[in-house]
Every structure is written in structure tokens, then in C-alpha cells.
């Protein structure tokens, strides 16, 4: 019997205020269909090719005899990232880009692009998006301001004589004129002294460095020492900047230790390396939490950060004048808790992917529940060694709750899940071939910094585009698990137009489940699912959902997720500022994400998190947005 793909319904969740993205429309290329069988330039070298359109962009650049219609198809995407202005940007269509390339002459501006001579993966080569080819090539930059990479993919335009323009071209700033990053031939030498005291060592100086004694002023305060403030301050150190991250936590890495018990990443290592210092080659494809958080305390050592553990900021003030902020940190020591005042430039939100964990505030009773536990998924380690006869209720179907819900039912419990909405699902050995391969690979061709300029290359109205087919195969691999997933009740999505996973990610952050083995336990019945319905109150042994039904339970878990950065800005700097900033995460009317990485909307703040691929790619872009302000070149 012929096998066929079950379309799964797509899931087009916006956040409020978020603009819905746009899937992109591909050129269709006719030029391959012809009588004689010939095509037009097939005999024209990708190096040819890339060196006619780079020489008539570099005359556009710099104000030539030259027009955009002539190297841009009528239906192409430019995205910038802090070359053409400070600020990123995606500019769809030969009007827009006109008026991009007229601006930019005032303000940053590219004044060069040239093709790499070598490795041979970053010269000109052919290739197909779809069932079209392309030229793509990366390419090498010079701006105003400094120097970056970018990415360029050709296609020939069907009514212009077979030329080839640009469908996607991706330009980005790396580092600046002023203080390039200080790493390979710029290192340090190590023989440098402190000119406070010519007669400390490297271990004395640290000390000094890291309490901000003597000369060392603040510039940048980082709240958080996540993934997300290591990466950054490590990318602030290398460009000269003086950072100090802070948390409550007692130890560096605390904030995976003290998750789940059973929990591992979802997403492949080859995906998640930090930056200058990437993990072992003989770690596991999926890290373990602690693994990873013992990681994190190396990498914060050896990169030598400014951090205070067991510090929490008390106060703060932003001066208009001085255009600085004043603030008070509370840090406990071994000798009691030091009040220390400080004057930084920035303070970065940086204390997670999202905001505080939400907890659904209108359901009734409670405070009645009396069995073993009710809490957030955030606050949930571990079942009891012995779970037999026990219930436990999740209330959430997205990562956690999975991972929660596996570990219960390993511990004998008879687990029951609450889907509200649909989640999208991809089996995590899919979701590595399928998406990552050819780009993150253990044994790939890309260096990890090569990769995510082609990966991030990729206009996110083109990348909802291109995922549609994406997730159409991981949906064909995966056919069987998905039909025993809807089979046993469980409302499984496509994704935002059916583009799956990353856009889902991008446009609400979660609603999604990278299986590692608990959609097996769903699809075989052994895990219930209750779906469709809400919990509208808690009794003292029980849940009561919106379908007036009620799941017996001993223990209750909110896999409920995490509120808006936004408002964890307001709790901790108060209304006047929370009210001037924008919202985080989805997207903005030219397919950007909303806020983070880039201006907040109040000088001298910064919202930063993501992933590890997220903020491995975006902290160079905020240190260099940070380092440019420094510098006098960007306003904020």
C-alpha cells in the first residue's frame, strides 16, 4: 500500500502587537525548460558570475552610473544587520531597497564587497532553493565604520535576458575601526601590568578587575548569568568594554542545575557551541543539564568575566543628563552582604529567553489543592523514587511538559497531560538531518561562524518560505509517530503557514516539542492527554477543566511557560520604564524580531536572550551596538 503525508493544520499564534510575518514568494526560474533543452550563462562560471554582479554593486554603493533593478530581482530581499544603519533590517522589493541604499549614504553605508578566493566553501558556487538554481557566494565588507561578512544568493530574472540578480542578500557588521575584537593575531600579550600597581600578577589583577577597584569603571551592567550574559560579556570583553554580569544564583550554571532532573537538550551540540571556545568534540549530541552547567562556570572562568554571584540589584536611576545609570547591588560575601553603588552607561535585561514564569492567575482554588505538590515547571526536579498509585496532572504540552510527563510516568505514576492549544512535534533525530545537516555538523565543511552567516542569512520572510517544504519532509519521516500522536487525542500543528519549527520559535517562542521519546509514550496511550480544555479551578485532590470534567491528582504541574521580557523589565526597573520599551519577540512590520538585540526604545537598555545559536549569532551585534555607542558613532 502507497504511503502518504497527513497535512497537519498550521498554528499562526502572534503575539500581541507582533506583525504576522509574511511568507516570501520564490522567482520561478523558466529558463532550464526550453525546447532546445539549453540555458541561458550554463556555460558561466559561479566565479564569473559572483565578480560581474560584485563589481556593479560596488559602482551602486558608491554612487555609479548604476541602478538597483539591474542587480536586484523585482521580488528580493536585502537584510541588513548594522551596515546600512544601526539597526536591523529587511528590506523587501527594488523600491524599498533603493531607498535603503539612498539612506545609508548618510549614516553607516558599505563602501566595498568583494568574493572570497578561499576555502572553497565560501566561494561563488551553484546551488537550488527549491527547484530553482542559484548563485551563492559569501562575501567580505567594508563600511564607514568598520569591516563584516555577508551572504548573496544570485538567480537568473526570466524577463530581463536570463540576468543574474540578487534574491537574498545578507550584509553584517563584525567589528569596528575603532577597537576590533582582541582575539587571534590582536590577543593579549600577557605581559601587561596595572598601572596602579606595576607589581601585581595576572591573579591579583583579576581580583582588582573583578570588584571594579581603582581605575575599572562599570560601563555595562548585565542582569543574568545565563547562556545569554555569559555570551555577551564574554563579546563585550574582547571588545574592550567593562562588564559586570550579576545574579542571585550562588554558583555560575545554577540556573540548569536546579531544573528537571531528567532534562537534556533537544537541539544538537553541533548547534549550540559558545563563542571563541567551542564544547569538546567528545561530548553527546544531546548535553545533559548539568553537564551543561558545570560547562558554563568553566567557560565563565576561563573567559575570565566580571561576575558577583549571590547579588541582586536593589535600586536604580537613569540620569538624562549624564546619560547614566546609578544603581545599587546587594552582594552577598563571605563576610556578611556588601551594598555596592555603581555608574553604568547600559544595563542588559538578560535573565532569560522570557519573562517570569506565568502561572495562570484566573484559575479558582488554588491555594485549596492538598496533595504532594503544586508548582511551575520551573520549579519541578523530580518525581518520587516510588510513584505507584500516585497521579500527576500537566498542564502545558510544549517541551517541559513533555520531559516532566516522560519522568513521571518512568516513576510509576499514572501522568496525564492538559493541551490547550496544538504543538508542533519533530522527532529530534529529524530535526538534525533534516534542518541542521549540510550547515551544523560535526564533520561539516562550515566553521560554526561560517554556518550561522549562511544560516542567518536567510530573511525570515524566506525562511517561512523554505520551511513549509522543510517541515513537509520532517512530517513525512515522522509520519508514523504523528499519526499515533492524533491517533491517541493529541492536536499536533505544522507550524506558522506550516513553515514549522524556527518560525514558531521566533514568532511566540514555544508551543513546541522537540521529541526525545515521551510522543512514543502519548501515541502508545500509556501517558493520557486531555485536550482542548482549560483548568478552570483546583480542588483539594483533583483539576477541574473548562469541559466541566475533573483528573484526580496528587501533584500538579503549570508547564505553563514564561511571560514577556517586557514585563520582567517593569518588575524589576519599575512603569516609566517598562512603558518605554517595546515588547519582545515576534515580529516587526519588516519580519525583524521585536526588541531584543537592538534598541529598547530607552537609552542606555538592552533586552538580550534566546537560545544558544541566538545568542552566540546576536551577542557580536549588540556588543558592536554597544561598543558603537561608546564610541560616539550610534545614538541611542
Given amino acids: 500500500m502507497a504511503s502518504f503525508t497527513v497535512i497537519y493544520p498550521p498554528s499562526d499564534i502572534v503575539l500581541p502587537g507582533s506583525c504576522q510575518l509574511q511568507s516570501a514568494s520564490l522567482p520561478k526560474d523558466d529558463l532550464t525548460n526550453r525546447s532546445s533543452g539549453q540555458t541561458i550563462n550554463e556555460h558561466t562560471s559561479p566565479a564569473t558570475i559572483g565578480a560581474e554582479w560584485v563589481t556593479s554593486f560596488n559602482k551602486l554603493c558608491n554612487g555609479d552610473d548604476e541602478t538597483v533593478v539591474v542587480l536586484f530581482l523585482k521580488e528580493s530581499y536585502w537584510r541588513d544587520l548594522l551596515c546600512t544603519s544601526w539597526d536591523f533590517r529587511t528590506v523587501q522589493g527594488t523600491d524599498r531597497i533603493s531607498k535603503l541604499i539612498g539612506r545609508s549614504s548618510k549614516t553607516a553605508g558599505i563602501t566595498r564587497v568583494g568574493l572570497f578566493e578561499s576555502p572553497a566553501h565560501k566561494v561563488p558556487q551553484r546551488g537550488t532553493i527549491e527547484d530553482t538554481e542559484v548563485v551563492q557566494a559569501y562575501l567580505e565588507l567594508e563600511t564607514r565604520h568598520g569591516t563584516g561578512q555577508g551572504y548573496v544568493r544570485l538567480m537568473r530574472d526570466t524577463i530581463d535576458n536570463g540576468k543574474w540578480k540578487v534574491f537574498t542578500l545578507f550584509t553584517s557588521l563584525e567589528s569596528l575601526a575603532v577597537h576590533a575584537e582582541q582575539v587571534g593575531t590582536r590577543r593579549p600579550t600577557g605581559h601587561e601590568r596595572d598601572p596602579d600597581n606595576e607589581r601585581l600578577n595576572w591573579k591579583e589583577r583579576r581580583k582588582v578587575e573583578q570588584n571594579f577597584e581603582g581605575r575599572h569603571e562599570l560601563t555595562v551592567l548585565i542582569l543574568g548569568a545565563g547562556q545569554g550574559g555569559l555570551t555577551l560579556a564574554a563579546r563585550l570583553k574582547q571588545f574592550g568594554v567593562e562588564t559586570l554580569i550579576i545574579d542571585k544564583i550562588a554558583r555560575v550554571g545554577d540556573n540548569w542545575r536546579r531544573r528537571y532532573h531528567e532534562l537534556v537538550l533537544h537541539d544538537s551540540i553541533c548547534f549550540n557551541h559558545m563563542p571563541y571556545l567551542p564544547f569538546p568534540q567528545n561530548w553527546p549530541r544531546f548535553i545533559p543539564k548539568d553537564k551543561l552547567a558545570d560547562w558554563l562556570e568553566y567557560y565563565a572562568g576561563i573567559m575570565e568575566l566580571n561576575i558577583w554571584t549571590g547579588a541582586e540589584l536593589e535600586a536604580s536611576q537613569w540620569d538624562k543628563e549624564s546619560r547614566k545609570w546609578t544603581v545599587t547591588i546587594l552582594r552577598r560575601t563571605e563576610i556578611g552582604t556588601e551594598e555596592r553603588r555603581l555608574h553604568p552607561r547600559h544595563i542588559v535585561l538578560a535573565s532569560g529567553t522570557s519573562g517570569e514564569p506565568y502561572m495562570p492567575s484566573y484559575i479558582r482554588g488554588l491555594d485549596s489543592f492538598k ?48 493541551q490547550r492549544g496544538s504543538t508542533y512535534v519533530v522527532n529530534s533525530d529529524t530535526l538534525v538531518d533534516v534542518m541542521l545537516k549540510g550547515v551544523y555538523e560535526d564533520d561539516g565543511i562550515h566553521p560554526i561562524e561560517d554556518a550561522d552567516v549562511m544560516n542567518f542569512s536567510i530573511p525570515n520572510p524566506v525562511a517561512k518560505r523554505l520551511g513549509v517544504g522543510s517541515a513537509a519532509e520532517m512530517a513525512r519521516r515522522d509520519q508514523r509517530l504523528l499519526k499515533g500522536l492524533t491517533d491517541a487525542g493529541f492536536t499536533v500543528d505544522s507550524g506558522p503557514g506550516g513553515s514549522g519549527i524556527w518560525i514558531k520559535y521566533l514568532s511566540c517562542g514555544g508551543h513546541y516539542y522537540i521529541d526525545v521519546g515521551c510522543s512514543q509514550l502519548i501515541a502508545d496511550k500509556k501517558i493520557a492527554v486531555k485536550q482542548g480544555v482549560d483548568v478552570s479551578m483546583v480542588e483539594p485532590h483533583a483539576v477541574v477543566l473548562s469541559d466541566g470534567s475533573r483528573l484526580e491528582a496528587d501533584e500538579i504541574v503549570f508547564a505553563t511557560g514564561y511571560g514577556n521580557m517586557r514585563e520582567n523589565a517593569r518588575k524589576i526597573f519599575g512603569d516609566q520604564l517598562a512603558d518605554s520599551v517595546g515588547d519582545v519577540w515576534g515580529f516587526d512590520e519588516e519580519g525583524e524580531s521585536r526588541t531584543i538585540w537592538r534598541r529598547s526604545g530607552h537609552p542606555g537598555f538592552w533586552f538580550f536572550g534566546g537560545n544558544f545559536a541566538l545568542c552566540r549569532f546576536y551577542s557580536r551585534l549588540l556588543a558592536l551596538q554597544i561598543k558603537a555607542v561608546e564610541a560616539g558613532l550610534m545614538e541611542v
Avoid: C, W
Avoid at 516532566?404 to 505514576?413: C, L, S
Fill in 371 to 418: 496533595g504532594t505538590r503544586l508548582i511551575h515547571s520551573s520549579q519541578f526536579d523530580k518525581p518520587e523514587s516510588n510513584g505507584s498509585g500516585k497521579r500527576a496532572v500537566i498542564i502545558g504540552a510544549s517541551n517541559s511538559a513533555h520531559d516532566i510527563a516522560r519522568d513521571y510516568y518512568d516513576h510509576g505514576y499514572q501522568t496525564t497531560m492538559v
